[in-house]
């Protein structure tokens, strides 16, 4: 294999190495694409990723068609990420892989689709989007003769459950988001090793702080669009306020849609190259020790950001009309997992099992899994269809 096609020329020396990526089951390597860009490729082949047209960020998809979806936001994350990675001269194929899978274990209803199936998995296991995505694409996914789920590399793995941080402290305890280690982490790591003690790889950090870029920016936009809240309130904080003032200096008498478009992209500019500054500075101080870099907003920008996702929690993700749907979402998924637990037959021919044989747990977590790979779309019917009653948000 060439070895160009392996690992870029131009990569720094903390970057991920793809020569010498491995995965947990032995198979042929491509002699025309890299391991992180097959990774990437079975990712964006997957009924997983196909499914995130149809759930939710904020706000439902029947609401619109130009609201983000999570399948919309993993695209604008990987942009985002892979301008960054370009520029640290990071592997941009291990950071588009990392950003493209870290919603595929996404609920229905955005966080309030979790919330319910965690409250329902409180007697086996709990429930978390970064584990049930490693379940997802080690063990749901069954397109392949030789394993199950996609076969992605360590590395792949790794990134994708701790890209928010460490799991484990050094002595090998659980310090991961929780009281204890989702269900689906501990089955895998029990069958194969992850580092879940190190830090996150350089790429992971990279997909981690490019999905806050992201969302900090189109949250704004659909907020604008759903009228929740106005460009007259965000004029109020600091990030914002100094860009809506800058393009209204460039273009006088710009109308509004224009206005919002010039000021959200420089949003996602300034804190791009932000990250970029910032990192730069801790590469230096680092010496390239990988180790010791962390990819950041600088404190100012971590300041404005804060600032930022604070008016967004108060005037979008906690406005009543998101809170009065959000509620309804949870109480919907929680009555199918209860019916479903009840009325195994209810279960398509494909998830249908002998409870008889099987124990109330691995069945709770069978149930989970279905309702979890839900779109809003199809949650919505099989509650129609169960319950003869039609779902309605308002």
């Excluded at 032995?26 to 759930?55: C, M, N, V, W």
Aim: glycine share 6%; aromatic share 8%; proline share 3%.
């Amino acid at each position: 294999m060439n070895s160009d096609i392996l690992q870029a020329s131009n990569l720094a020396a903390y970057a991920a190495r793809a020569d010498q990526a491995k995965r947990f089951h032995g198979e042929e390597e491509s002699a025309t694409r890299s391991p992180f860009q097959r990774d990437r490729d079975r990712i964006i082949h997957s009924a997983a990723f196909r499914r995130l047209q149809y759930k939710t960020q904020v706000f439902i998809y029947h609401e619109g068609d130009h609201f983000r979806t999570r399948l919309t936001h993993s695209l604008e994350v990987s942009q985002v990420a892979k301008s960054i990675a370009r520029a640290l001269h990071l592997d941009e194929d291990l950071v588009e892989a990392l950003s493209l899978a870290h919603y595929l274990g996404h609920t229905p209803f955005g966080h309030a689709g979790e919330v319910a199936l965690d409250q329902c998995m409180t007697d086996y296991g709990g429930f978390e989007h970064n584990a049930q995505s490693l379940k997802i694409v080690t063990k749901l996914e069954k397109r392949y003769a030789e394993f199950d789920g996609l076969n992605l590399t360590r590395e792949t793995l790794e990134g994708l459950v701790k890209h928010n941080g460490t799991l484990l402290d050094a002595g090998g305890e659980y310090i991961g988001a929780g009281t204890f280690m989702p269900h689906a982490l501990a089955e895998f790591t029990a069958r194969f090793c992850l580092d879940l003690v190190s830090p996150p790889s350089l790429e992971a950090q990279v997909a981690n702080l490019s999905d806050d870029i992201a969302y900090n920016s189109h949250d704004i936009d659909d907020g604008l669009r759903a009228h929740l809240i106005t460009l007259d309130d965000l004029r109020s904080i600091e990030l914002t306020a100094g860009l809506i003032k800058t393009v209204e200096e460039k273009y006088t008498n710009l109308e509004e849609p224009r206005l919002i478009h010039e000021t959200l992209r420089r949003v996602i500019t300034v804190m791009i190259y932000d990250v970029l500054n910032q990192t730069r500075v801790s590469c230096a101080q680092a010496g390239a020790m990988d180790g010791n870099i962390v990819i950041a907003f600088s404190p100012e920008m971590r300041a404005q950001e804060r600032e930022l996702k604070e008016f967004l929690n108060t005037h979008i993700y906690q406005h009543e009309l998101v809170l009065i749907k959000m509620k309804r979402a949870r109480k919907w998924l929680g009555d199918l997992f209860h019916y479903y637990m009840e009325t195994p037959a209810a279960l398509p021919a494909d998830w249908q099992v002998d409870v008889d044989t099987m124990e109330k747990p691995v069945f709770a977590r069978q149930v989970c899994d279905f309702i979890a790979g839900m779109t809003d779309r199809f949650a919505m019917d099989e509650y129609r269809r169960l319950f003869d009653l039609t779902p309605i948000f308002r």
